[in-house]
């Protein structure tokens, strides 16, 4: 069933995103319809909130959400960057978040924020844990975020090649002994497969679920915020 809000007031939750909830109920998302090409994760997310706290209530949910998000991702990034440096570099941080987080926060992107958060938490997983299986927990924060909005792809794949050099010791400015020693080339690969297999696992599972999903949203969805 539709349910059209009667408030009109600027939401983190878009209108037709109502429809998106009727058509992930009735299956029928991502196909034949020009309304849902944002990423899955976001439907699953209101769909989650709905069952909680009701459709009425999902723009007020949204948008206490989308600023606790932000919030959390202010305390990531502070940590992120004491880990690194050994300094609290707060001021600077907050900066930042100003700049290039903030901006999708004021206008309701929650699914931006939702990505930056993913994206965040995978990189203080990955980088600052000691967890066992942290590589594989970070893939699945980093696949989740793609799939929240792909504007995070290309900083997974850097934080992802990153690590893969940090773990074994490479040095980025002798590229080309790497490249020449197959056994450090396989070192390199094979850490970035780890991180690579739970966004390859989730993607196939996805992909059965929704078969037009990357249609919608890597190629309709690309030219939308």
Known sequence: MIY???NTFQSAFRTRWYLCLDFLEQETLY???PYCVEG??????AFVIKLFFGVEN???VFNFLNILMSAIIILITTKIVKGETNKDYFFIILILYSVFIYPYVIVGDVHITLAALLFFCGFYILYHTKIKLKPYIS???FALSIFAHMTTAPFILIAILFYSFRINNLDFTNLEKIIKNKALMFLGLRSMLFLLLPLLFISILFKVIFPNIFIYIFLTGATLP
């Open 4 to 6: 059209i809000p009667d």
């Open 31 to 33: 196909r034949d319809q």
């Open 40 to 45: 899955l994760l976001i439907f699953l997310f």
């Open 58 to 60: 999902l723009p007020v």
């Open 139 to 141: 893939g699945i924060f």
